[in-house]
T-cell receptor, first 115, second 114 residues
Framework: DAGVIQSPRHEVTEMGQEVTLRCKPISGHDYLFWYRQTMMRGLELLIYFNNNVPIDDSGMPEDRFSAKMPNASFSTLKIQPSEPRDSAVYFC?????????????FGPGTRLTVL | AQSVTQLGSHVSVSEGALVLLRCNYSSSVPPYLFWYVQYPNQGLQLLLKYTSAATLVKGINGFEAEFKKSETSFHLTKPSAHMSDAAEYFCAVSGSSGNTPLVFGKGTRLSVIA
């Protein structure tokens, strides 16, 4: 299995631009999670989906952030407009609903720099 | 609700010495507990997990952790540190109901000195 795939791996953009981060979960996984990692706040859960439906988006910092999961094999996290404080590493993770171990599998992350 | 406290944001040990990374959790339901490792510029990788079976859990790379309900702890240990163990380690908790996301601690950076 290829694991969780994220693209791009690195993104450098200017303040005010729209940024779209992409994630392909492991095939067959029912849950998808978006996290943000910064030195100040550590690893924060932004939003998660179950069977393509958003379950909890209380971690999304502002209306500038939005996430979609149009099908079981693809999700996007969009920031519009981007700001320098959005600079962070964004991780996507997925897991199975069956098995009940709650183990999450992480992608390699997207390092976002907003100038 | 669940939460995790990792004591010590940075731990430094000599090569060959015991590694002990501390994790205390809070959970209103029987927990599942996890340790993840993050090497530089990489994603998080599962080291080991506790899911209500044996309280002493063995993971990859010689690490193990013991679930102690009375102490609400899940400390990570390795008898002999190796240079390749230098990384960030995260403890995480979730409820055992099967539909809750992991709640992560703030992480502990492990340095190994030659």
């Amino acid at each position: 299995d290829a694991g969780v795939i994220q693209s791009p791996r690195h993104e450098v953009t200017e303040m005010g631009q729209e940024v779209t981060l992409r994630c392909k979960p492991i095939s067959g996984h029912d849950y998808l999670f978006w996290y943000r990692q910064t030195m100040m706040r550590g690893l924060e859960l932004l939003i998660y989906f179950n069977n393509n439906v958003p379950i909890d988006d209380s971690g999304m910092p502002e209306d500038r952030f939005s996430a979609k999961m149009p099908n079981a094999s693809f999700s996007t996290l969009k920031i519009q407009p981007s700001e320098p404080r959005d600079s962070a590493v964004y991780f996507c993770a997925s897991r199975l609903d069956r098995g009940r171990s709650n183990e999450q599998f992480f992608g390699p992350g997207t390092r976002l720099t907003v100038l | 609700a669940q939460s995790v406290t990792q004591l010590g944001s940075h731990v430094s040990v000599s090569e060959g010495a015991l590694v002990l990374l501390r994790c205390n959790y809070s959970s209103s339901v029987p927990p599942y507990l996890f340790w993840y490792v993050q090497y530089p510029n990489q994603g998080l990788q599962l080291l080991l997990k506790y899911t209500s079976a044996a309280t002493l859990v063995k993971g990859i790379n010689g690490f193990e952790a013991e679930f102690k309900k009375s102490e609400t702890s899940f400390h990570l240990t390795k008898p002999s540190a190796h240079m390749s163990d230098a990384a960030e380690y995260f403890c995480a908790v979730s409820g055992s109901s099967g539909n809750t996301p992991l709640v992560f601690g703030k992480g502990t950076r492990l340095s190994v000195i030659a």
